[in-house]
DNA sequence: GGTCCAACATTTTTT
DNA sequence: ATGTTGGACC
């Protein structure tokens, strides 16, 4: 078959995109790209020219359909080059283009995330967008250092606007693309004025630092986009075929990014499912996926129902939850495949006991002859994963946390790479006041101060004045540690220059006194992690050995690494996660800890109703991620903030069926606790079973009481009990905060 | 200007 | 329970 003939005329433009395979036979080449697929797969990797809506469930071969489409376009209508595929992490985003080339379409489609595809477009049309190339990209503790200067330059005590609160509100105001004019307009009362100004002072000082927040990056680009049709025009001749992933979890910016690359053309197709939206809280609106069909009204829309990937009884039990979402479009998964082992719900006694209950499983499954990296632990809170660590290091199983975010977030990986920030970006003034005393150099608070409004008045780059210290009025004492620290950012500047990464960050780590104050700290886990973060360097080093690499985008690429992003299949370790970061993902076995009340669903979320459905997702996108194997965990005891805790059953328990599900107690020594038997469900939880009349129990508000009588029942244990002040009450003891006291406690 | 200790928050989820 | 910050003291 013969090829349209405006892809051939573009090769022209583009001189750097790969041999176009007309050489190769069309019928058998798609062919291949089509075999397997069912009906509503094909039809959405066969449709070529206008808006396309996948609404994919769980498992229902999403990712497959993505690429294979991808593949398709460029075998039929167009070039690789002329694809952009926007996906939620930086890994699917590499593993994309793993999987292009393994379809063998060639080079030169790109693959990003919103955020990298964002910064990228911000560097190279820098002059357009009023920026300079090299911007600094400020994560959470550079926001909130920038924040803390705008507060005490607006006057303002942080105690009365703590950055990290105020800025949660300007990055919210940013999604939604309200400019800091606009929020002081809107500005309704004191408390909203002063953000307002809060919000204005903020962008001075991210301006005067030649530096963006995660959110510029976004608002920016759709700012772009909308006022420079040139420039549009221009980006829509480059990028003819546009994917989005998990679009039930963009932005409105994201949105406007998305709508406006595809504005003449609209060969937009997103993909997603609005049942596995969990980023409301960051701005992510529902609505984007929802009304696609109104926003682009010849949408074709494909459902993908079918599940691929778990077993009838995990599907079962995940959709037996979602269903009770009031705010969903109903849809029916289902799946071919073979049964496998009941869901199971363990509760235990405790923390402890439910990491040792985990890792006692996981090597039983290994035992049995699975493996490591088959295996996922997700927690709603990253606080969850220090018990589960400690047994599963305990029981020598080897294990990964998905951590990227947290890891360049360590003071001694910040601290290093900020001598890099500052060589690329010499305006970065959060850089400069991290590391210019870091190890100790003499430069005290005072000076640095003096140095700042020294800068400030003249108006001159601070690095040219930390040349000449002399200048600076009243610094005489420290002027030559100022002149020794210039010095050393020279040598740095002059590494970088001519160097690979991996050498300017070794000459950075040995010359700026960094490793000798590790080694003196005897700190081998800081020495560790900087090892780590030179290896990092290496990678790209030989991933750019090209020549293609630089400073500047390897600071980006770290600035905008996801947790996700550090984890590795290849390791053969069990995988711990946030069940936000499960999204896309999936294992064989998966163990969802800590599912109880106030932690899954989260008791900050339980005001709303929106807020306990977008829980009862999360859950339930934890829950598809399993294959084969699924089980809850809950403990009845929680130590949280070095207080031990009575927790209740979480609501999404209660809603599991009946059948398909198995139910567990777990004692303190990890013994198999008796449950009753009269079903599928426990009538009681069984450490009550030890409860007896006369006992004396606590209650955070009533006192003191004495148990008159327990009764199990299908809703939970109840309990009367008579309290001094009150009299005799029933509680269930499931929910009331009841703590058994031992006889000899009392005076 | 540097060091040490006590008080303090911290824990929702993240690019 | 743990890590960070700020203030007192050297």
């Not at 949105?255 to 993909?271: F, K, P, Q």
């Not at 300017?504 to 960094?514: A, D, K, N, P």
Request: proline share 4%.
């Amino acid at each position: 078959m013969a090829l349209p003939p405006h892809t051939r005329s573009t090769q022209l433009d583009f001189p750097t995109a790969q041999r176009y395979k007309s050489f190769m036979p069309y019928s058998s080449s798609t062919q291949n790209l089509l075999d397997g697929l069912t009906e509503p797969q094909r039809q959405a990797v066969t449709h070529i020219d206008g808006p396309l809506l996948v609404l994919a469930g769980p498992g229902s071969g999403k990712t497959r359909v993505i690429t294979h489409r991808a593949a398709y376009l460029a075998w039929t209508a167009t070039q690789p080059h002329h694809i952009l595929a926007i996906t939620f992490t930086n890994k699917a985003a590499n593993e994309m283009a793993q999987r292009m080339q393994q379809l063998d379409v060639g080079r030169g489609l790109t693959c990003a995330t919103f955020h990298s595809f964002c910064a990228r477009m911000l560097r190279i049309h820098a002059e357009r967008a009023n920026l300079r190339p090299n911007f600094s990209i400020f994560d959470q503790a550079d926001q909130v250092a920038a924040m803390a200067e705008a507060v005490a330059r607006t006057g303002l005590s942080k105690e009365n606007f703590p950055p990290a609160r105020i800025l949660n509100k300007i990055s919210a105001a940013k999604n939604e693309m309200i400019s800091w004019q606009q929020y002081a307009d809107d500005a309704y009362d004191w408390q909203e004025k002063r953000i307002a100004d809060l919000y204005a002072a903020y962008e001075t000082v991210l301006a005067e630092q030649n530096a963006l927040d995660f959110d510029d990056l976004l608002t920016k680009t759709a700012l772009l986009l909308g006022n420079d049709p040139e420039l549009r025009d221009q980006l829509q001749q480059r990028y003819r075929y546009i994917l989005v992933d998990e679009y039930q979890d963009t932005n409105h910016a994201q949105y406007l990014i998305a709508r406006g690359l595809a504005l003449d053309h609209e060969n937009l197709c997103v993909t997603g499912d609005p049942d596995q939206s969990i980023y409301a809280w960051r701005g992510a609106n529902l609505h984007n996926i929802l009304q696609f069909e109104e926003d682009f009204p010849n949408a074709v829309v494909v459902r993908l129902e079918q599940n691929y990937r778990s077993t009838p009884q995990i599907l079962t039990a995940a959709d037996a939850v979602i269903s009770h979402n009031r705010k969903r479009k109903e849809k029916k998964l289902w799946t071919a495949n073979n049964d496998g082992p009941a869901v199971a719900v363990t509760e235990c006694q405790d923390g402890h006991t439910e990491a040792a209950y985990i890792a006692s499983q996981i090597r039983q499954h290994v035992d049995a002859g699975g493996t490591f990296s088959g295996i996922a632990i997700f927690y709603r809170v990253n606080w969850l994963s220090r018990n589960i660590e400690h047994a599963l290091l305990q029981a020598r199983i080897p294990y990964q946390v998905a951590r990227g975010v947290a890891f360049y977030g360590r003071k001694e990986i910040k601290d290093t790479l900020a001598y890099l920030k500052l060589v690329a970006n010499p305006a970065d003034r959060v850089a400069l006041t991290r590391i210019i005393n870091v190890p100790t150099r003499g430069i005290g608070k005072t000076t640095v101060d003096r140095l700042l409004n020294f800068a400030a008045q003249t108006d001159r780059p601070i690095l040219d004045i930390l040349s000449n210290p002399k200048e600076i009025p009243d610094v005489s004492r420290a002027a030559k540690h100022l002149q020794s620290f210039a010095n050393l950012m020279t040598g740095i500047a002059q590494t970088a220059e001519t160097n690979s990464i991996q050498d300017t960050l070794e000459y950075v780590v040995r010359y700026s006194g960094l490793l000798a104050m590790w080694n003196k700290d005897t700190d081998k886990e800081a020495l560790g992690n900087v090892h780590e973060l030179i290896s990092a360097a290496t990678e790209y080093d030989q991933q750019h050995a090209d020549g293609s690499g630089s400073l500047t985008d390897w600071l980006q690429q770290i600035s905008l690494v996801g947790d996700v992003d550090a984890i590795d299949h290849q390791l053969g370790a069990v995988t711990l996660m946030t069940l936000h970061a499960a999204k896309g993902l999936e294992f064989d076995t998966v163990f969802i800890a800590g599912v109880e009340a106030g932690l899954l669903p989260h008791e900050r979320s339980n005001n709303e109703r929106a807020d306990l459905e977008e829980e009862r997702r999360l859950c339930f996108v934890g829950m598809t991620r399993a294959e084969r194997s699924l089980t809850l965990t809950s403990a009845h005891w929680r130590n949280v903030h070095g207080i031990i805790r009575r927790t209740a059953r979480s609501l999404f328990l209660t809603e599991l069926p009946k059948d398909s599900v198995t139910w567990l107690n777990i004692g303190q020594e990890g013994k198999t606790v008796d449950h009753d038997d009269d079903g599928q469900r426990p009538a009681s939880a069984n450490d009550y079973l030890t409860w007896q009349k006369g006992q004396l129990v606590r209650h955070p508000t009533h006192g003191i009481g004495r148990v008159l009588w327990i009764r199990p029942a299908s809703q939970g244990t109840y309990a009367g009990i008579h309290f001094a002040a009150e009299g005799e009450k029933t509680l269930v003891l499931e929910y009331a905060k009841l703590e058994l006291i031992e006889p000899d406690e009392l005076p």
